[in-house]
């Protein structure tokens, strides 16, 4: 799905979150959003979701202007996986995915046969489907991302924004959610702070205080200088041999005084 | 064709024996309700005015038991049932929208501003009879929860905030309505109000099952259409935003469906605590914290339990009426107990 975001913002404390970014999303390819803390990348994700109250600018969602969509027609293209939700009521893992159908489903149109197939699914790509009974507070914060990501792999998006995708994740699960990433036919916006997961990605947008700095290839948008000026780190680039691919090694920028 | 058809009708089934299961159980306690009382009536005679009323069966039945059955025992069990079902789905909603399980009419001080709205208007006589009173509870309660929503969120916007908020509403709008009574009621308007206050079902007639009864329904009808979009709250309402829910739009009808219930039964029979709260955790145990079960449950229960309530209040004491609001404090408050001890162990 083709995303389209023009002079985005908005506004916090008398401070700009996030200022004037603009930012076309072409279909069907893996976009990453890297910056340090702070630098506004959720604040970002919830402006392309239409998630802020108070926002300045505009977002299209394949040429239709956001703004005119019911939230039910959102949430049939994008789905949106947040930082950290949690939730006090004794959901199980089921009944957790279960919620992704939301948006497809009415009083009229209740959950059927297809809706629980889908489920199973999107349970089952996300490494979940052995746990459906475990009850929510039971989970560990790593099974708790991967519910997530599973309730939105349910909503059967063509837009998927995932805030962090692999954080709580252990390394196996870190690499299996971003191959299941890659291999989805939909289009993806995520937020990441592995850099080296991030040159994965087909295009990178590098936020800093608010504002989008840099937009491109990952191997143009992360030279050593970027690198060092925006995160603070001195990287060198090694190349792995079992693949030929460029690896970032990172060292605190004291160590080199 | 059968093929399509199939996995419908399965569905179906157990929503319709849990429906005939649920209609039942309600029957039997409105039965219950109306046979057990101070004068001792048999089953048979209450069946047989039943009968005479409801299809004209000609029993021939003494008239005053007739009249004791039919102009007060039957409208005073169908308002209780009613009454039980608002507050306790008032307290779903609120719980699933607030985000807080300690939410209810009761602790967010709706019912004390229905209170006072119901007090005002019949003090200050600023209108006339039933409807005029149930209006009044329903600027009074709409008043007092936007106060403490506003206060919660000037104080930080969390869930503790919010509990002391309703906690500050609550004693304000009660003390408005001390103050009301003290200022302009003579001394037995005074004693007859603080005494509905508390909760009474004995004024009880026909015209006030016209008012609950629509009232819960339309509560119930509200709760089970926004049955998916309670669910979706579970994670906050930004997650409900981003599954397709209109979150304002969704919180704007049933607040006000809990408003309208809550003020409603208020001004029929006081404000009765602990309902909204127990009822709906007692529920979540027993049938999970999914809505399309959780809200019809919690409406059945309620009715339930306050026709077993208000039975309590009359024979508890004998030749004495206890406030109902006492009754369910009395199991209430131990409930409320439990429910705290059992989110401690949670979190
Ligand atoms: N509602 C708010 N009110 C005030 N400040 C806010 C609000 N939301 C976010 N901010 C501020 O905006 C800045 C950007 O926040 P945001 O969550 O977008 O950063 P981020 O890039 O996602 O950071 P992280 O890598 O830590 O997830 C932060 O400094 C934060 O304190
Ligand atoms: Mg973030």
Known sequence: ?257 | MSRLFAPAASALRPVVLWGLAGASLLVLSIVFGITVGETPLPLSRVLAVLANNLWNAGHAVDPIDAGIIWSYRVPRTLVAAACGAGLALSGVVLQAIVRNPLADPYLLGVSAGAGTGAVAVTILGLGSGLVGMSAGAFAGASLSFLLVVLLARAAGGGSPQLVLAGIAGSQLFNALTSFLITKSANAEQARGITYWLLGNLSGIRWPDVSLAIPAALAGLVACLWFARALDAFSFGASSAASLGIAVRRVQVILIGATTLMTATMVSLVGSIGFVGLVIPHAMRFMVGPRHYRLVPAAALAGAVFLIAADVTSRVLIPSQVVPIGVVTALVGAPGFALILIRNRRRA
């Not at chain 1, 401070?15 to 803390?37: C, H, K, Q, W, Y």
């Not at chain 1, 957790?96 to 199973?120: K, Q």
């Not at chain 1, 994740?169 to 690499?175: E, G, N």
């Not at chain 1, 970027?226 to 780190?233: D, E, G, H």
Request: aromatic share 4%; with cysteine.
């Open chain 1, 1 to 257: 799905m083709k995303l389209s975001a023009s002079d985005l913002g908005w506004c916090a404390g008398g401070r700009a979150i996030v200022d004037g970014v603009s930012l076309d999303i072409v279909p069907g390819e893996t976009f990453g959003l890297v910056g340090p803390n702070g630098s506004g990348k959720s604040t970002l994700l919830r402006l392309l979701a239409g998630l802020m109250p108070r926002a300045r600018g505009r977002v299209l969602l394949d040429d239709v202007p956001m703004e005119g969509m019911s939230r039910r027609d959102i949430a049939r293209r994008v789905a949106f996986v947040e930082q950290m939700a949690d939730t006090s009521e004794a959901l199980t893992v089921r009944d957790a995915v279960e919620l992704g159908r939301t948006p497809w489903l009415s009083a009229l149109s209740p959950f059927g046969y297809e809706d629980r197939r889908i489920v199973t699914e999107a349970m089952d790509a996300a490494g979940m489907g052995h746990m459906e009974d475990h009850a929510w507070a039971t989970l560990s914060g790593g099974e708790r991302q991967r519910v997530h990501i599973a309730r939105a792999l349910a909503q059967r998006p063509r837009l998927l924004m995932l805030d962090e995708p692999t954080n709580h994740l252990d390394i196996h699960h870190q690499l299996s959610l971003l191959r299941l990433v890659s291999k989805l036919r939909v289009t993806v916006i995520m937020a990441l702070h592995d850099l080296n997961q991030a040159m994965n990605c087909d295009r990178l947008g590098v936020m800093e205080q608010g504002r989008l700095v840099a937009c491109g290839a990952p191997g143009d948008v992360l030279s050593p200088e970027l690198v060092a000026s925006i995160f603070r780190v001195h990287v060198t680039a090694l190349t792995d041999p079992a693949d030929n691919s460029t690896v970032f090694r990172f060292h605190s920028l004291e160590d080199r005084r």
